[in-house]
């Protein structure tokens, strides 16, 4: 798979929006930076995924965003070649000649599929292990899905959230004018970075509903009967 040219070029174009706004209305790029107010967000969204997931699931998070921004090949003609040739050699010379055709393949489903055939398995047994690879996938896919669209629907509460406790911070001090203006900026910039990652990062993450072509790999057998 490649990298998909739209997902770069999105947020190109939607963050660059937003910058050119700010510099447009004479505003400081850097007062839109708070730590705490990323604290609250960030780190948040991570603890909800911990507590809404498992372990392993939140850990392959980095992995889920990479497969998320990747787009699949147009494997159709490739594997059709494939097909025609891995049919042709088993006519030949055999099946168990596709054993070396299986060590050179890259494919991992391809590759399973055709180790069964060389070992002899029956074609209907073949396709129904391809089959419940492709179910267990495409349930793996689901989860990181919805992990996205989950931190995405928790961000801007979050950043409610941190107006919230800024707001408590201002009047607790409204006393003392100099401690104000660090509270508000936590105050609003949390709600930013809320409703910014959800709507600018994890919700358009989620729409990326790739399956990196591996359905093709169930048709591994039809050549082969």
Do not use: C
């Amino acid at each position: 798979m490649k990298l998909d040219k739209a997902t770069p070029l999105g947020f190109i174009i939607g963050l660059g929006s937003i910058t050119a706004s700010v510099i447009l209305e004479h505003g400081n790029l850097f007062s839109y930076v708070n730590m705490s107010a990323g604290l609250i967000v960030f780190g948040g969204s991570l603890g909800i995924a911990l507590i809404s997931y498992p372990l392993g699931v939140v850990m392959r998070l980095p992995k889920i965003i990479m497969q998320s921004m990747r787009e699949p090949g147009d494997e159709g003609p490739e594997l059709v070649k494939l097909f025609v040739r891995l049919a042709e050699r088993a006519r030949k010379e055999g099946l168990l000649a596709l054993e070396q055709e299986a060590a050179s393949i890259a494919h991992p489903l391809l590759k399973k599929g055709i180790t069964l055939v060389v070992d002899g398995t029956d074609p209907e047994v073949v396709k129904s292990v391809l089959e419940v690879e492709l179910v267990a996938r495409e349930a793996r896919h689901e989860v990181g899905i919805s992990m996205l669209e989950a931190m995405g629907g928790f961000a801007p509460t979050l950043g409610i959230l941190g107006t919230v406790m800024g707001l408590i911070r201002i009047l607790a001090h409204m006393s003392k004018a100099t401690e104000l203006a660090a509270a508000i900026a936590v105050a609003f910039t949390a709600t930013l970075y809320g409703v910014g990652s959800a709507n600018l990062f994890w919700l358009p993450m989620a729409n990326k509903r790739y399956v990196a072509g591996w359905e093709a790999g169930v048709a591994l057998m039809s050549p082969m009967k």
